[in-house]
């Protein structure tokens, strides 16, 4: 079993800056990638960004445009997710995820969630 916890969301004005936090709890077998996904009310869960589990390699969302930048602290076992310029529609609940792919926007490959944590971008 994998457990994740998520921290570091909260209220943030349009165009300032945030990081998010995973940290993760022991390890299964198939699990390869960690991602970011958010949720906002109403929507569809959509990819935002992953790193494989070494760090060594990352995949993002299109919408993302170089505002985020995904990274991984090894020996703290815990990813970050910094993101810049934020806007209105980048408020949602974000999660972190742990699966077994890598180079795709799709939720499937991810077996392990975390409880999520708010982001609001007023603007």
């Known amino acids: 079993q994998v457990q994740l916890v998520e921290s570091g969301g909260g209220l943030v004005q349009a165009g300032g800056s945030l990081r998010l936090s995973c940290a993760a709890a022991?390890?299964?077998?198939?699990?390869?990638?960690i991602g970011w996904f958010r949720q906002a009310p109403g929507k569809e869960r959509e990819f935002v960004a992953a790193?494989?589990?070494?760090?060594?390699?990352?995949y993002y969302a299109d919408f993302v445009k170089g505002r985020f930048t995904i990274s991984r602290d090894a020996a703290k076992n815990t990813m970050y997710l910094q993101m810049n310029s934020l806007r209105p529609e980048d408020t949602a609940v974000y999660y972190c995820?742990?699966?077994?792919?890598?180079?795709?926007?799709?939720?499937?490959?991810?077996?392990?969630w975390g409880q999520g944590t708010q982001l609001t971008v007023s603007s």
């Open positions: 022991g390890r299964a077998r198939s699990t390869y990638a």
């Open positions: 995820a742990a699966g077994s792919a890598l180079f795709t926007t799709s939720d499937r490959p991810y077996a392990f």
């Open positions: 790193i494989n589990w070494s760090g060594g390699f990352t």
